[in-house]
Every structure is written in structure tokens, then in C-alpha cells.
């Protein structure tokens, strides 16, 4: 079977964190073949450089259901106005981004 590269988006999710003054950011890769892949994120301020987002910086949650495969990451409220955030998504057929529009 061909090798498929997933389409990746990246949403805001709803969940209670907020209360927290945290936020939530969803990446969706999906209609890929074979269905594995690894997620990874990165954020820039405006003008400024790409940051790499270490695991430990925020809790990151993966969901896989037959053709899909979703990471939720949270993060601070507050950073989500500051920085635009990417999703970048491993796979076989390549690396696909994906980002926030910046709030």
C-alpha cells in the first residue's frame, strides 16, 4: 500500500483548564497510511525565533483511533496570546505542520 502523509490540523479545545489559566491546544493528523505517527510542538512570538516545547513544559495527551490520531497539549492562557503555536507531525512520508492563528 502507498505511503499517505497526514493532514494535520490544530484546534483550540474546550476543556475546564481554562478556569485554571490554562488552555488547551488540539492537533489532529489524520487519512494517513501507515497510521503512525509522532507529534511535536513549537512556538514563536511574533518577530521572534521558533522555541521548541519540551515535553515537560506543558502535559501532552495522545489519542488514536483507526485513522486518526489526535495530541492535546495544555499550556498557559496566557501564552497562547503571546506566541503562535505549531503542531509538527513525524511521519513515514514526511514532516507536516500545522499552526495556531495567533490570538
Known amino acids: 500500500k502507498q505511503v499517505v502523509k497526514p493532514v494535520v490540523s490544530v484546534y483550540p479545545a474546550a476543556s475546564r483548564a481554562h478556569l485554571e489559566g490554562k488552555s488547551s491546544l488540539l492537533c489532529l493528523a489524520s487519512a494517513m497510511f501507515p497510521p503512525l505517527?509522532?507529534?511535536s510542538w513549537k512556538r514563536r512570538k511574533e518577530n521572534g525565533p521558533l522555541e521548541?516545547?519540551?515535553?515537560?513544559e506543558g502535559e501532552q495527551l495522545e489519542l488514536r483511533e483507526s485513522g486518526c490520531t489526535a495530541?492535546?497539549?495544555v499550556i498557559?492562557?496566557?501564552a497562547l496570546h503571546t506566541y503562535k503555536y505549531s503542531c509538527y507531525v513525524q511521519h513515514e512520508g514526511g514532516t507536516v505542520e500545522a499552526q495556531?492563528?495567533?490570538g
Open 71 to 73: 495530541a492535546i497539549r
Open 76 to 78: 498557559d492562557q496566557d
Open 37 to 39: 505517527v509522532q507529534f
Open 100 to 102: 495556531t492563528e495567533q
Open 52 to 56: 521548541d516545547l519540551s515535553p515537560a
